[in-house]
């Protein structure tokens, strides 16, 4: 593959491209270079690498307060259409529970406290089944490992 030529519009395309979600490994081709050109182009050009650098941590957050907002649960108003008796349609809100999802915890706890949480950590896991799930979470958050009777 013959070099490519460094764009100056690079940093600004690639800003652009991360902020939409698409993975760094992706990147390259977007631009139209190699993996290899992308990195030399990093190290060579500080503002193609902070773009890309930074580009990516708004959308991490935002993963990441989703993440958690669906590992702790959330109550969310939902509008939706209804038909009438007389054929009119209405417009309804309700508030909708939507309840901790226990994949998100595992994944969550996994990342964050890998202290408590790795896999082959071979360490104790002390779940007691006749709490509510709620209970458990509560107690894992806020690092609380033992019994409340």
Sequence with gaps: MARSKYDKTFP???????KQGH???SLAAHLGISKNTMARYKRLYPAFAE?????RAPVDDEVER????RALGFSETVSEQ??????DVVD???DVFFPPDVAACVFWLKNRRT???SDGQGGDVNIHLNMTFAQFLKQN???HTGTDD
Excluded: I
């Design 12 to 18: 600004r395309r690639a800003e652009a491209f991360l």
């Design 23 to 25: 993975p760094e490994r």
């Design 51 to 55: 773009s890309v650098r930074f580009s």
């Design 66 to 69: 989703a993440l958690l907002k």
């Design 82 to 87: 209804r038909l009438t008796r007389e054929g």
């Design 92 to 94: 309804c809100a309700k």
């Design 115 to 117: 202290d408590l949480w």
């Design 141 to 143: 958050v806020n690092g």
